[in-house]
């Protein structure tokens, strides 16, 4: 049973400061196989997806808009507001 250790993810990290493809991709792998194995089936299927580049494909969804945000925090500050 493969083992993810910080060690695993500093080398994940170091091939990649290195700009080594190749140690970054076998690494990635290394995690995705690792996931498969405990049955976290979807994070290999998104760390998959990262490495082959089908997340691109994917719909997107963003909660960092600021209307998002706003109607939040006024919606948030309203309630407060409210009770006090």
């Keep these: 049973m493969k083992c993810i250790t910080v060690v695993t993810l500093g080398k994940l990290i170091e091939a990649h400061m ?5 140690k970054f991709l076998s690494y990635a792998n290394f995690i995705a196989e ?3 194995e405990v049955g976290e ?3 290999a299927g998104f ?3 990262k490495i ?4 691109r494909n994917q719909p997107q ?4 808009s600021s209307n998002v945000r706003s109607s939040w ?3 948030l500050m ?3 507001t409210r009770v006090v």
């Design 47 to 49: 760390i998959r997806s």
């Design 34 to 36: 690792a996931c498969e």
């Design 73 to 75: 925090r006024d919606d």
């Design 61 to 64: 969804v963003s909660l960092d």
């Design 41 to 43: 089936i979807r994070k």
């Design 18 to 22: 290195e700009h080594d493809e190749e």
């Design 78 to 80: 309203n309630r407060f």
């Design 52 to 55: 082959d580049g089908t997340h």
